[in-house]
């Protein structure tokens, strides 16, 4: 089990590496900010002193340098445009993503898994089938587009729902969260639904093929034949086993809500990282582009690693298969 | 020798499938005693496909949509691209509204320049689906070549591709997209780079585990016994039965495609605003969605949704068709 976990330890220090130098070299192709920071009537002078100031005159090789022993202490640079260090920014940011994430993930997953189980359980009923068909629907939906729709219908029509900004906020553990004020919950209804869309999909027809396939094996056949109530059944022998692979997806998912996320700060206002990365995208501010970019690979190499060794924790094979292919 | 070479090769278009589907029925003739069947691979598949109503649904909806996109400059009532027939007296005009100066009707309204938004939808639809099947051309070639590398060559070579391909596909396909154009900048050509890199990993995945699994088959020691070279043993043996998983995969990877290209071109890194595809049509609309102009942005979307839907209600019969684990 250690030999496994330091492996994989390896593999993901490598992993945050690579993506470092991709990061790094392909922002620094960006367009040039001196272009979108000084005065277009500035002299060659001014212009000169404000690149040696950025450290943008240096040649490549030293400016990667000193960008990964800045990165090692924490330290990705100071935003071009805000002119606070990056890391700082992205962090501010992050607990406003972090909570649409998990608000996301949370009605995925207390609308997916029922839903599932049940278009599992009667698969040719007419119910079944609307699942699915609700399920196949979902996967379609562009979710930028179901953001448009969604302000359309609640704010734009009914005025219910505000379209953008995350509302009143209030401190939890020195977090700011939204979802402990009407208010707060109210501005987080709407973008939490569109992100979930795709997810909640993606559960439903995860639950619904493990429980078809379960309901065929041996061991459900015989708790059916020992007696067993059908609700013991589904609830207990179905249901624990088909929640493995459910558990890890997501997990594994969790890390592509915080990247779609992206799409929905955008449509919403969400004041996330998300958001923030387009605008300095737009704004060609480096440092803060690749800040956020080295904090999400960061945080997806951390839930792959903390999945991967939780699964082979649940399940054996994983690590003595990954034991025998090494030797 | 070489004159028979050639004329099969030229044929080589139309075999590969007919010789799938014989493998298929070969694993599905009935035990003996019972009729045996005379059918046409390609009919028994037709039939197949045809059990699903909401599959043929799906078939004739992306049928239409594919002539739309490519037939936008016959049947569109305007150029959008041209200036000259945009006239700004039009704009943001409700569907159904006529035009102030001529007697066109504008059947889904216009947007904030006076264009025309069914033409504009033809004509998007045209490039997003151009760019959806082009990018998922190019990365099926490379990571069909890939993959079947990794399973022939195996070893180093084999460890080397598909750690890469595990690596990238550990990462969400959009988070790729935004960094590569984040690198790379706007355009078509790399957006169509953004999307075979988010790509080619899925193919080179699914072509490896079934090469892998057709290599154990007799058909394979068959042709060894034949003396056949290696690379006609994995171009034309191997690789035509390694096909079906791999047109499923590349049918869903259509619909991703598209949907991650509008996406990106909704966020403003896809394409170029002077040749709109649907996402940016929709961006466009964005901006007047709170001022009540719904149909700016609605129409256009609903385009994208209903291409999609059709393209994955095809995939989802395709793989109940081509899966051997569940053939009837």
Redesign the interface.
């Known amino acids: 089990m250690l030999a496994f976990t330091i492996r994989r330890l390896g593999q993901s220090a490598f992993?945050l590496v690579?993506m470092a130098f991709?990061?790094f070299?392909?922002?620094y192709?960006?367009?040039d900010p001196i272009e979108l920071l000084v005065n277009p009537q500035a002299d060659t002078a001014e212009r000169i002193r404000a690149t040696a100031a950025l450290g943008l005159d240096k040649p490549f090789a030293e400016q990667f340098i000193s960008f990964l022993g800045g990165a090692v202490r924490g330290d990705l640079g100071r935003s071009f445009v805000f002119n606070v260090p990056a890391i700082q920014l992205i962090f501010d940011r992050l607990p406003a993503t972090l909570e649409l994430a998990g608000a996301a993930m949370v009605i995925a997953v207390i609308l997916g898994i029922p839903l599932g189980l049940i278009a599992g359980l009667k698969p040719d009923s007419f119910i079944g089938r609307a699942i699915m068909?609700g399920s196949?629907?979902g996967?379609?939906?562009?979710?930028?587009?179901v953001g448009?729709?969604l302000?359309?219908v609640f704010?734009?029509h009914f005025g219910w729902l505000p379209?953008n900004g995350r509302g009143e906020t209030t401190l939890l553990f020195g977090v700011p969260v939204s979802f402990l004020t009407i208010d707060g919950l109210k501005h987080l209804a709407m973008p939490a639904v569109n992100l979930a869309v795709f997810k909640l999909s993606l559960l439903v027809r995860l639950t619904r093929a493990g429980t078809r396939e379960s309901l065929l094996q041996d061991y459900v056949k015989f708790a059916r034949a020992k007696g067993l109530p059908a609700r013991r059944v589904i609830g207990v022998h179905v249901l624990k086993n088909i929640l493995i692979p459910i558990v890890t997806v997501i997990g594994l998912e969790l890390?592509?809500v915080i990247?779609?996320a992206?799409?929905t700060e955008?449509?919403f206002a969400w004041p996330g990282t998300g958001k923030l990365?387009?605008d300095s995208?737009?704004q060609l501010d480096r440092p803060v582009?690749v800040a956020y970019?080295l904090v999400?690979?960061t945080i997806?190499i951390v839930i792959?690693f903390v999945v991967d060794v939780l699964y082979s924790l649940l399940d054996p094979r994983v690590r003595l298969g990954q034991a025998a292919a090494a030797h | 020798m070489s004159f028979t070479r050639c004329s099969t090769r030229a044929f080589a278009s139309a075999r590969p499938l007919r010789r799938i589907d014989s493998v298929r029925i070969a694993a599905d003739i009935p035990p003996a005693g019972s009729e045996p069947r005379v059918e046409s691979p390609w009919r028994r598949f037709a039939a197949e496909f045809a059990e699903s109503r909401m599959a043929l649904a799906g078939l004739a909806t992306l049928v239409v949509i594919v002539i739309a996109a490519i037939a936008a400059p016959i049947i569109s009532p305007q150029n959008p691209y041209d200036l000259a027939q945009l006239d700004v007296l039009d704009s943001k005009l409700p569907p159904g509204e006529r035009s102030s100066a001529t007697d066109r009707t504008y059947w889904l309204g216009t947007d904030d320049q006076g264009r025309d938004m069914l033409s504009g939808i033809f004509y998007g639809l045209r490039i997003s689906l151009a760019v959806g099947a082009s990018s998922t051309v190019i990365a099926l070639a490379i990571g069909l070549a890939m993959g079947l590398a990794a399973a022939y060559f195996g070893g180093w070579v084999d460890a080397l591709i598909m750690r890469i391909a595990d690596i990238q596909l550990s990462f969400p396909a959009i988070l790729i997209a935004l960094i590569l154009l984040a690198v790379l900048g706007q355009g078509i050509d790399k957006i169509i780079a953004a999307l075979v890199t988010v790509q080619w990993a899925y193919y080179a995945r699914t072509v490896r585990s079934s090469a892998l699994v057709e290599r154990q088959k007799e058909y394979i020691e068959a042709a060894h016994m034949l003396g056949l070279s290696r690379a006609r043993i994995v171009l034309r043996h191997l690789l035509p039965n390694c096909m079906p998983p791999l047109i499923v995969v590349a049918t869903v990877q259509v619909a991703h495609a598209i949907l991650l290209e509008s996406t990106l071109s909704f966020l403003g890194l896809g394409l170029p605003i002077t040749e709109p595809s649907l996402g940016l049509l929709i961006a466009n609309g964005f901006q007047y969605l709170l001022s009540g102009k719904y149909w700016i942005s609605f129409y256009p979307g609903l385009a994208l949704l209903l291409s999609i839907m059709a393209i994955n209600l095809v995939a989802d019969q395709l793989r109940d068709v081509l899966n051997p684990r569940l053939s009837r």
Request: hydrophobic share 75%.
């Open positions: 992993v690579v991709i990061v070299v392909g922002v192709a960006i367009g068909a196949i629907l996967f379609s939906l562009p979710t930028f587009w448009l729709v302000i359309m704010s734009v379209p890390g592509s990247a779609f992206v799409v955008s449509i990365l387009i995208i737009n582009v970019l999400i690979v997806f792959n």
